[in-house]
């Protein structure tokens, strides 16, 4: 049990690593980040890669539990598509709407958090892909027997 959680945080850390860049490039364009650099929201963009460690955790631990009877090689792009998008726009709407729980009534979501939401939905989609090909990738190298000595 905690070789699996120890995995799922190791699978988060690596989401967070690629939900940084893609972070920096959304607050470019969203002008969190101005050039010339004037200020820069880090609480913005530490809140982006916190959700995507915990969008990569989330990921681990639905695959360890829904698809258990999976190999890495027989798992199907479109259920990692499908685990990548829940896990990557699913942990922010429960974090937000939890917040909303908590918070005084009269605050409220952008206009911009849907498209954050999709953007996060996507964005989990791509790193589940990429995450299955960097294990297959490993693998493959892993079944290669050793050159003789």
Known sequence: MLRRLRSAFVLGSLWGAVW???????ALSMRWIAFPFRSIDWLALLVWTSLGIASG??????????????TVDTL?????????????????????????AVLPSDIH????????FG??????????????SLARRGRERTDVAPPPT
């Open 57 to 70: 955790t989330t990921f681990a631990l639905l695959l360890a539990r829904l698809e258990r009877e999976r």
């Open 109 to 116: 979501l952008a206009r911009s958090a849907y498209g954050t």
């Open 20 to 26: 940084f860049p893609v972070g920096f490039a959304f």
């Open 76 to 100: 199907a792009p479109n259920r990692l598509v499908a685990w990548g998008t829940l896990a990557g726009a699913g942990v922010p709407i429960v974090f937000s709407a939890l917040l909303l």
């Open 119 to 132: 953007l996060m939905g996507a964005t989990g989609a791509a790193t589940a892909l990429l995450t299955i």
